[in-house]
C-alpha cells in the first residue's frame, strides 16, 4: 500500500470540511447578490416582465427587518381634496364597505392592488360581484354621494409576475380593472394624470395617500381621507436599522412618524 494516500476517514474529513467551504462561499455570494438589488441604481429584475426573474426567493436577512402586517389607515391627514376625483372605491355586493381603492388612470380602467383581486385573476371568484365607484366621498356602500357612479367590472389583470414571499413584501402588487363602459370626465370623477415613461418621482419630498382607511382616532372616519408623507430614499430605507434591504429598486418607501 502506497503510504502517501491519507486513510478513508481522513478523506471523509476532508469532502466534509471542503463542502462547508463551498457552501460558505454560495451563501457569501447569495448575500452580496441579494444587497446589490438593493440599491436603487441597478435595475431589478423582478421589476421587468420576466417569468424567469427569482422575485420570490429574496430572502436575505428576512428575520431582522423591521416589518409589520399591510396596514389599512390613514393618520394625521384630512378629508380629501382635489385628488379625490380620481379615486375609486372598490366593493363587493355582499359588503358595506370598500374592501380596496383604486385610482382611475383612463376612462375605461383602474388602477389597483393585485393582492386585493388574486382571487379574481384565478377565477376562483366571479369578476361579477365586484363594483367599482366612481365619484364617492362617503365610506359607506349605502351612502349614495350626489354626482357618483356605479359600474361593474368585465376584466381583472394582474400583473403577471406579482408574488409574495414568507416575510417579504409583495412584488409587482399591481393589477387593473377594466370597467363595462368607458365613462366621460365631470366635475365628479376624472382619470388621474399619468407622468410620462421617462419620468420617475422626485428623490425628496412629498407624497399624498388616499383611502378610507382607519384614521386611529384622529377623526373624519366616514369619508375619504389623505395625508401627506415624505418620500424616504431606498438607500436608507434599506439601512439594518429600518427596513433592512427589502425595498427593491421598483419600489418607494415614504413615511414617518406622524402621518401614515
Same mark, same amino acid.
Given at each position: 500500500?502506497?503510504?502517501?494516500?491519507?486513510?478513508?476517514?481522513?478523506?471523509?474529513?476532508?469532502?466534509?470540511?471542503?463542502?462547508?467551504?463551498?457552501?460558505?462561499?454560495?451563501?457569501?455570494?447569495?448575500?452580496?447578490?441579494?444587497?446589490?438589488?438593493?440599491?436603487?441604481?441597478?435595475?431589478?429584475?423582478?421589476?421587468?416582465?420576466?417569468?424567469?426573474?427569482?422575485?420570490?426567493?429574496?430572502?436575505?436577512?428576512?428575520?431582522?427587518?423591521?416589518?409589520?402586517?399591510?396596514?389599512?389607515?390613514?393618520?394625521?391627514?384630512?378629508?380629501?381634496?382635489?385628488?379625490?376625483?380620481?379615486?375609486?372605491?372598490?366593493?363587493?355586493?355582499?359588503?358595506? +364597505? #370598500?374592501?380596496?381603492? =383604486?385610482?382611475? $388612470?383612463?376612462?375605461? /380602467?383602474?388602477? &389597483?392592488?393585485?393582492?386585493?383581486?388574486?382571487?379574481?385573476?384565478?377565477?376562483?371568484?366571479?369578476?361579477?360581484?365586484?363594483?367599482?365607484?366612481?365619484?364617492?366621498?362617503?365610506?359607506?356602500?349605502?351612502?349614495?354621494?350626489?354626482?357618483?357612479?356605479?359600474?361593474?367590472?368585465?376584466?381583472?389583470?394582474?400583473?403577471?409576475?406579482?408574488?409574495?414571499?414568507?416575510?417579504?413584501?409583495?412584488?409587482?402588487?399591481?393589477?387593473?380593472?377594466?370597467?363595462?363602459?368607458?365613462?366621460?370626465?365631470?366635475?365628479?370623477?376624472?382619470?388621474?394624470?399619468?407622468?410620462?415613461?421617462?419620468? +420617475? #418621482?422626485?428623490?425628496? =419630498?412629498?407624497? $399624498?395617500?388616499?383611502? /378610507?382607511?382607519? &384614521?386611529?382616532?384622529?377623526?373624519?372616519?366616514?369619508?375619504?381621507?389623505?395625508?401627506?408623507?415624505?418620500?424616504?430614499?431606498?438607500?436608507?430605507?434599506?439601512?439594518?436599522?429600518?427596513?433592512?434591504?427589502?425595498?427593491?429598486?421598483?419600489?418607494?418607501?415614504?413615511?414617518?412618524?406622524?402621518?401614515?
Amino acid at each position: 500500500m502506497n503510504g502517501n494516500i491519507p486513510p478513508p476517514t481522513a478523506a471523509i474529513t476532508d469532502i466534509a470540511a471542503l463542502l462547508k467551504i463551498l457552501q460558505r462561499i454560495e451563501q457569501q455570494r447569495i448575500q452580496s447578490a441579494a444587497q446589490q438589488e438593493c440599491r436603487v441604481d441597478i435595475q431589478d429584475e423582478c421589476c421587468r416582465y420576466d417569468p424567469t426573474a427569482p422575485c420570490c426567493e429574496y430572502q436575505v436577512h428576512r428575520d431582522l427587518a423591521h416589518r409589520a402586517a399591510p396596514i389599512t389607515r390613514i393618520v394625521g391627514g384630512g378629508p380629501a381634496g382635489l385628488l379625490r376625483f380620481s379615486v375609486a372605491y372598490i366593493s363587493k355586493d355582499t359588503l358595506d +364597505a #370598500p374592501f380596496c381603492g =383604486g385610482t382611475l $388612470i383612463y376612462n375605461q /380602467w383602474v388602477l &389597483t392592488a393585485a393582492h386585493c383581486v388574486l382571487d379574481y385573476c384565478k377565477g376562483t371568484r366571479p369578476i361579477s360581484e365586484l363594483v367599482v365607484s366612481l365619484g364617492k366621498y362617503r365610506k359607506m356602500s349605502y351612502q349614495r354621494d350626489f354626482g357618483q357612479v356605479d359600474l361593474r367590472i368585465i376584466d381583472v389583470i394582474c400583473h403577471p409576475t406579482n408574488c409574495k414571499s414568507a416575510g417579504q413584501p409583495r412584488l409587482n402588487d399591481l393589477a387593473l380593472l377594466r370597467l363595462e363602459r368607458a365613462v366621460q370626465s365631470n366635475r365628479y370623477f376624472t382619470p388621474a394624470p399619468m407622468p410620462l415613461a421617462f419620468e +420617475a #418621482p422626485a428623490p425628496s =419630498g412629498n407624497c $399624498i395617500a388616499l383611502g /378610507w382607511g382607519s &384614521t386611529h382616532g384622529t377623526g373624519h372616519d366616514g369619508v375619504l381621507k389623505e395625508v401627506s408623507v415624505p418620500l424616504i430614499s431606498n438607500d436608507q430605507c434599506n439601512r439594518p436599522d429600518w427596513r433592512n434591504c427589502v425595498i427593491r429598486a421598483c419600489m418607494m418607501c415614504a413615511g414617518d412618524l406622524n402621518s401614515d
